[in-house]
């Protein structure tokens, strides 16, 4: 288990843990969703957003949660282009094989990559 998910593993109970995951890929959601309900099946996916503009109209309609698994190239832009229309507060935690992002994505409450 990555660092960051140790962390909030403690910090959430996992029983309340509401999950989104942000990629493009569908094979790589599915396989991702798959792992992190191998890991905690308490976890709830509340949604599995593939685009920049599916993930700014869901966050300006529904409440937050408590952690998000984001993928940083997506088909149209890069995700921390969500940033700069929505003010996400909550734990992040990037999955990408891009490592020229990891400065950046810190910079944006990410807690691995």
Do not use: W
């Not at 140790?6 to 959430?12: D, M, P, S, W």
């Not at 029983?15 to 191998?38: G, H, R, S, Y």
């Not at 997506?74 to 094989?97: E, M, Q």
């Amino acid at each position: 288990m990555p660092n960051g998910a140790r962390l909030l593993a403690t910090k959430f109970n996992s029983n309340f843990m509401k999950t989104i995951i942000i990629e493009d890929e569908p094979l790589v959601a599915k396989d991702l969703k798959k792992l992190i309900l191998q890991l905690d099946p308490s976890t709830e996916i509340v949604a599995i957003l593939e685009s920049l503009q599916s993930c700014i109209s869901y966050f300006k309609s529904n409440k937050e949660p408590d952690l998000i698994f984001m993928d940083i190239q997506l088909n149209d832009g890069v995700s921390f282009d969500i940033f700069k229309h929505i003010d996400i507060r909550c734990p992040i935690i990037f999955t990408t094989a891009y490592n020229e992002y990891a400065l950046r994505a810190f910079k944006v409450n990410s807690v691995d990559y």
